[in-house]
């Protein structure tokens, strides 16, 4: 995180990330692979620009990690990702899986941001200094 303004305010923050438990995205198929920077999936429900998607090999247990650049429903259901994309491999296998007919599923990740405001410091009463004024 950084912050726009300086000061000392900043040590008034605490911030917290957590995995959530399921994505917005969920079950959508690699349909095709276009190129390393685009893939088709079967569905775009819950993927959009920023969205951050994973999908696992079957055979090699590996998780690839992309970040969504755009999506084009009218285009079939298009997703471009933001450079690089996809490895040789990842490529490979996404295209190994849907020729056996078996695609990979893909989801999405989501997290959770918690960011508090303690209260200011205050010397006569240290000990509310630990306080949250706001989450």
Not at 63 to 73: C, F, G, H, L, S
Not at 74 to 94: I, R
Not at 95 to 102: C, D, F, K, M, P
Not at 106 to 116: A, D, L, N, P, Q
Request: without cysteine.
């Amino acid at each position: 995180m950084e912050a726009l303004d300086k000061g000392s305010w900043g040590n008034r923050l605490l911030v917290s990330v957590e995995d959530e438990t399921e994505g917005l995205a969920t079950h959508a198929q690699i349909t095709d692979v276009v190129a390393a920077t685009q893939i088709r999936l079967s569905t775009l429900t819950g993927v959009e620009a920023g969205t951050l998607i994973e999908f696992t090999d079957p055979g090699s247990g590996a998780v690839a990690r992309v970040k969504v650049q755009a999506t084009a429903p009218a285009s079939n259901n298009l997703v471009t990702l933001d450079p690089p994309g996809l490895s040789a491999a990842e490529q490979g296998a996404s295209l190994a899986a849907i020729v056996g007919g078996t695609p990979l599923v893909t989801g999405s990740r989501e997290f959770k941001f918690t960011v508090r405001l303690r209260r200011q410091d205050d010397q006569a009463v240290p000990s509310r200094d630990e306080q949250v004024l706001s989450t």
